[in-house]
């Protein structure tokens, strides 16, 4: 029961630091970001958030088993629609659908590295929000392996019918 209580004062004392945050006029958004001018428009600016992308892309590649398995997977489709000359709209179900599993991925990870840095403890609300965000990429991969079946399970047919003849 005290833990209930102590939750419930946790989410109020939350509630009122947002509000202070959110009243006040101008927010302070921390010395490093201040310093940077990251809010200035410049050229350096466009090249800094292309670097920290692709920072962010070397991290999931190197450290998500599931990223690095969504590409094998995009390249054996490209290659199966080069092999099967597909259309130009097949072509642009394949590559947005797959897009979409590897953004919904990568959001995946930023939501995990963002849980795992706030909870240093298990809690049931981390867990609903790392396994909700696993949900979203497991959707997505579903979403493509049912599109991709449906461009590729055609041109499949004809060579399987011939194996079997």
Same mark, same amino acid.
């Given at each position: 029961?005290?833990?209930?209580?102590?939750?419930?004062?946790?989410?109020?004392?939350?509630?009122?630091?947002?509000?202070?945050?959110?009243?006040?006029?101008?927010?302070?958004?921390?010395e490093f970001?201040?310093?940077?001018?990251?809010?200035?428009?410049?050229?350096?600016?466009?090249?800094?958030?292309?670097?920290?992308?692709?920072?962010?892309?070397?991290?999931?590649?190197?450290?998500?088993?599931?990223?690095?398995?969504?590409?094998?997977?995009?390249?054996?489709?490209?290659?199966?629609?080069?092999?099967?000359? +597909?259309?130009?709209?097949? %072509?642009?179900?394949?590559? /947005?659908?797959?897009? =979409?599993? @590897?953004?919904?991925? *990568? !959001?995946?990870?930023?939501?995990?590295?963002?849980?795992?840095?706030?909870?240093?403890?298990?809690?049931?609300?981390?867990?609903?929000?790392?396994?909700?965000?696993?949900?979203?990429?497991?959707?997505?991969?579903? +979403?493509?392996?049912?599109? %991709?079946?449906y461009v590729? /399970?055609?041109?499949? =047919?004809? @060579?399987?019918?011939? *194996? !079997?003849?």
């Amino acid at each position: 029961m005290a833990s209930k209580k102590n939750e419930k004062e946790n989410k109020t004392n939350y509630k009122e630091k947002i509000k202070k945050i959110i009243e006040k006029e101008d927010v302070y958004r921390g010395e490093f970001v201040e310093s940077q001018q990251f809010k200035k428009l410049s050229l350096k600016r466009v090249f800094r958030s292309f670097k920290f992308s692709f920072e962010g892309l070397k991290y999931a590649y190197l450290h998500e088993q599931s990223l690095t398995l969504h590409i094998v997977i995009m390249a054996i489709v490209i290659g199966c629609g080069i092999g099967f000359g +597909i259309s130009p709209l097949e %072509w642009a179900i394949t590559l /947005v659908i797959g897009a =979409l599993v @590897l953004v919904t991925e *990568l !959001f995946n990870t930023s939501i995990e590295a963002v849980v795992d840095m706030v909870t240093g403890d298990y809690h049931p609300l981390a867990k609903i929000a790392k396994d909700t965000a696993s949900a979203a990429t497991f959707v997505a991969s579903i +979403i493509a392996a049912g599109m %991709w079946l449906y461009v590729f /399970v055609p041109r499949f =047919l004809p @060579l399987i019918s011939k *194996l !079997f003849k």
